[in-house]
């Protein structure tokens, strides 16, 4: 494509003989175009908003042959960087900070997790002896069941329950589901 371009460009150059130029006295054949009326223009200008500079009938002829192509883009960009402040505003004031509350106690050195993955009994299945059966447990003082177990295995569960957290011998403190943590691929 770019080859039958170029030939017809030399062939068009060949033909000429004579030299090709505007003449001097010619009048310009710059004309000024109006552009579309819009809601940012000068005619259609909302009520209270300022008339755009170089839009629309209100623009100045062109003078001495010399057109100034940036006179409505740089208008427009500021009318855009105008609009994106307010929208960068409107934003902020939406915006919403959610401050962190304390973190929970951990236990270092409990893995929960593993243990799950370590074990196949299910929830209630005895499988460690426990001396005192089912008598009043500990569990109220945990916020949450994972935190039983960590605290549960950290004090030597489940072989032994100092603090009854497993009063039936599965090795689940406070009814702790292992179940989601044995779905995970460690």
Known sequence: MRHLT?????????????????????????????????????????????????????????????????????????????????????????????????????VEGVNIALYAQQTTNQVGQRIYQRSRGLGASSCGRFATADEAQRAFLASGGPQTDRYNLDPDGDGFACRWDPAPYRALKI
């Not at 001495?64 to 609009?83: G, H, P, R, T, V």
């Open 6 to 106: 170029a030939m017809a460009c030399f062939a068009l150059i060949g033909c000429t003989s004579a030299q090709v130029g505007v003449p001097s006295n010619a009048p310009p054949l710059i004309t000024e175009v109006t552009p579309p009326l819009s809601a940012t223009s000068t005619a259609g200008a909302p009520a209270g908003e300022p008339a755009l500079a170089g839009v629309g009938p209100a623009t100045t002829p062109l003078d001495a042959d010399n057109l100034n192509l940036n006179l409505f883009s740089l208008e427009q960009q500021k009318i855009d960087a105008a609009a994106a402040e307010q929208r960068l505003a409107d934003a902020r004031s939406q915006l919403v900070v959610i401050q962190p509350g304390a973190l929970p106690d951990r």
